[in-house]
């Protein structure tokens, strides 16, 4: 019953979608680990929990990518709590190449079971098998070009491996899918959404650019407002403040006052939205603002 009503609503993703998964659930039947990347500034967000289905019986670690943009504190606190959902977690900042280290502990961690297996049967020299998984843009690419490094050899055909695939070897220890899994996020929550959108994981071209600055910036009031001070000068005088502006709200006061500081005019004086909102969402996606975790675990 519960897989009838899944199928319906995998029906409503696109093509391309359905395609990546089913790519994806072909290639973790040849893996003994899932290595899933998340954006440390949204752990749940920018998940997938189908991956708990999907990963069912492999090793599992999961690597807050992006660790260089996110809270500090925070993401001590995202580690801790995927770790006590049995799931090996580690930090990470790709780009910068900073924690790459922690990832090979944590592999043989997450498939100890299997290597002691192998172990018993007296097979010493075998290599595990992974695959990176993630939602689009949070850095699976990245990840695994400053994992692997340069010089890496890639073998394919493998027999017992499906034709074609490339796996690349990391080490003597483990062996790398070459093509991540792309996941789907989870597009029927919109808190989700607007997070991703945030973080520029979703296009903008198709959203209100204005709204999601807008909307940021209140999220940011609430939990950082000593950033919006320090950056834009916004205090509870300006986003409290009572305004004779039809439709004045906090979102459009902090725009408003954006827009005043930056010189974000338009001729005849009027503020440009469509402008100020890039700042801010150019500013939060760069760090600018400051050390952002949007979700709390
Ligand atoms: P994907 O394969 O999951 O779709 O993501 P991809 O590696 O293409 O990375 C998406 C963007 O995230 C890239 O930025 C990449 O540089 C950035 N990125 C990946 N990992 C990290 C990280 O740990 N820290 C930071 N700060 N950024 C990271 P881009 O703007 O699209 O490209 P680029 O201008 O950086 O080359």
Redesign the pocket.
């Known amino acids: 019953m519960d897989r009838d009503i899944s199928r319906n609503a995998i029906n409503w993703y696109p093509g391309h979608m359905n395609k990546a998964r089913i790519m994806m659930e072909e290639n973790i039947r040849l893996v003994d680990l899932v290595i899933e990347?998340v954006d440390a500034r949204a752990p749940l967000s920018s998940r997938n929990p189908d991956i708990d289905r999907l990963g069912k019986g492999k090793g599992r670690v999961i690597i807050l990518?992006?660790?260089?943009?996110s809270d500090k504190a925070l993401n001590e606190k995202w580690k801790a709590y995927f770790i006590s959902k049995g799931i090996q977690a580690v930090l990470?900042?790709?780009?910068?190449k900073n924690g790459l280290k922690g990832i090979m502990t944590a592999v043989n961690n997450a498939c100890a079971a299997k290597i002691a297996k192998d172990r018993a049967k007296g097979i010493v020299n075998s290599s595990l098998k992974a695959m990176v998984v993630?939602i689009?843009?949070?850095?699976?690419?990245?990840?695994i070009n400053a994992f692997v490094g340069k010089n890496v050899a890639t073998t394919g055909n493998k027999p017992g491996v499906t034709k074609g695939k490339q796996w690349i070897m990391v080490n003597k220890e483990l062996e790398l899918l070459d093509t991540?899994g792309i996941l789907w996020p989870k597009f029927e929550d919109q808190e989700v959404g607007r997070r991703l959108a945030y973080l520029g994981s979703i296009n903008d071209e198709i959203l209100v650019t204005e709204e999601l600055a807008g909307d940021l910036l209140v999220a940011l009031y609430r939990d950082y407002p000593k950033f919006l001070e320090d950056r834009y000068k916004i205090t509870a005088d300006v986003v409290d403040s009572e305004s004779e502006a039809a439709f004045s709200t906090p979102q459009s006061r902090m725009l408003d006052h954006i827009a005043k500081n930056r010189g974000c005019l338009k001729k005849g004086g009027e503020v440009d939205y469509f402008k100020t909102a890039g700042i801010v969402l150019d500013d939060f996606r760069s760090?600018r603002i400051g050390l952002i975790t949007l979700e709390r675990p």
């Not at 990518?65 to 943009?69: I, P, V």
């Not at 689009?136 to 990840?143: E, H, I, Y």
């Open positions: 990347i990518n992006k660790s260089d943009l990470l900042d790709s780009k910068g993630g689009p843009n949070v850095g699976k690419s990245t990840f991540p760090g």
